[in-house]
């Protein structure tokens, strides 16, 4: 089952933060995150592993909620090259049996005007 | 050349005819993806590769035939396509075992325009 992510664009002033969510309906074993520019490929931001955990990279960090079976990507103090489509890609199965498998929300547009 | 390289880039091409994308990762991975990416849908997982060996078809029409010959090496061989088919196409890699706990690491991905 397909993640659902919220909201589905976003537009920024530079300076300003965003938030967006990647909720499931099934117990997550492990979330992605990609950004990918127009024409380009995505490219890997971060990974979050059930438990609750938090990561940050430069001013990019994420969240996990187990209880609510929901990830945050939380951006702040944005840039321009911020700009792009924001995936999340979600695993459910633990134990090794998920083979790679992610099933990748509907992606987060995601503009920084200067 | 580093990262994942994908040949050709654009591809155009008539509901009968036969051709094929390439994908090579120079990462030292051993697991390797394809995945379909249509506008204003998801990215949709296609194949898994693991050493070589096929552990994942996600319900794919036999009109797209996968070869991994060896770890570096992908390719998706396409034939009697529908104009549905056209979308952008993703290989990406990533370190074994595939376990969903890796990063993957995409290329640039081929335009596929079937017409």
């Known amino acids: 089952q397909q993640p659902v992510q919220s909201p589905q664009a976003v537009i920024l002033r530079e300076g300003e933060d965003a938030v967006i969510n990647c909720s499931s309906s099934?117990?997550?074993?492990?979330v992605h995150w990609y950004r990918q520019k127009h024409g380009e490929a995505p490219v890997f931001l971060m990974i979050?592993?059930?438990?609750?955990e938090q990561k940050g990279h430069d001013k990019i960090s994420a969240s996990f909620n187990e209880k609510k079976q929901q990830s945050s990507l939380y951006l702040t103090a944005s840039q321009l090259s911020y700009s792009g489509t924001y995936f999340c890609?979600?695993?459910?199965?633990?134990?090794?049996?998920?083979?790679?498998?992610?099933?990748f929300g509907q992606g987060t547009i995601l503009t920084v005007h200067p | 050349e580093t990262g994942v390289t994908q040949t050709p880039r654009h591809l155009v091409m008539g509901m009968t005819n036969k051709k094929s994308l390439k994908c090579e990762q120079h990462?030292?991975?051993?697991?390797m993806y394809w995945y379909k990416q249509s506008a204003k849908k998801p990215l949709e997982l296609m194949f898994v590769?693991?050493?070589?060996?096929?552990?994942e078809n996600n319900s794919v029409p036999s009109r797209f035939s996968p070869e991994c010959p060896n770890s570096s090496h992908l390719f998706l061989h396409l034939h009697t396509l529908q104009p549905e088919d056209s979308a952008l196409y993703l290989c990406?890699?990533?370190?074994?075992?595939?376990?969903?706990?890796?990063?993957?690491?995409f290329g640039p991905g081929t335009r596929l325009t079937v017409t």
């Open positions: 590769y693991n050493f070589k060996e096929q552990t």
């Open positions: 990462l030292g991975h051993n697991a």
């Open positions: 099934k117990a997550l074993y492990s």
């Open positions: 979050l592993l059930k438990g609750g």
């Open positions: 890609g979600t695993a459910y199965n633990a134990g090794g049996t998920s083979y790679g498998k992610l099933t």
């Open positions: 990406a890699s990533s370190q074994d075992p595939p376990r969903a706990l890796y990063e993957q690491y």
